[in-house]
């Protein structure tokens, strides 16, 4: 069974900076893609970035050049660093594992973007 946890979330002022941490477990085989959604009060769960087994990245137009996405393959972590931080980045940050034509997702972490 996959599991997948999340850290790194909380309260930060516009213009900062925070790093959301996805460490997954159980039995999962090297070709995957991983991946942070998020999900803001009435609005859709969207696309942040993702990450290939190999690196291949893609971000969200809203979040590119900003959010930078990576992995470390060995430990089973996904990493996404948010700089420039905006209120309107406030939401709840998911991780998503997805090989095999499945999908496994964290229990979400709250990031919240306010003076």
């Known amino acids: 069974q996959v599991q997948l946890v999340e850290s790194g979330g909380g309260l930060v002022q516009p213009g900062g900076s925070l790093r959301l941490s996805c460490a997954a477990s159980?039995?999962?085989?090297?070709?995957?893609?991983r991946a942070w959604y998020r999900q803001a009060p009435g609005k859709q769960r969207e696309l942040v970035a993702s990450?290939?087994?190999?690196?291949?990245?893609d971000y969200g137009e809203s979040v590119r050049g900003r959010f930078t996405i990576s992995r470390d393959n060995a430990k089973n972590t996904v990493y996404l660093q948010m700089n420039s931080l905006k209120p309107e980045d406030t939401a709840v940050y998911y991780c998503n594992l997805h090989f095999i034509g499945l999908d496994y997702w964290g229990q979400g972490t709250q990031v919240t973007v306010s003076s």
């Open positions: 990450i290939a087994a190999g690196g291949r990245t």
């Open positions: 159980g039995s999962i085989p090297g070709i995957n893609i």
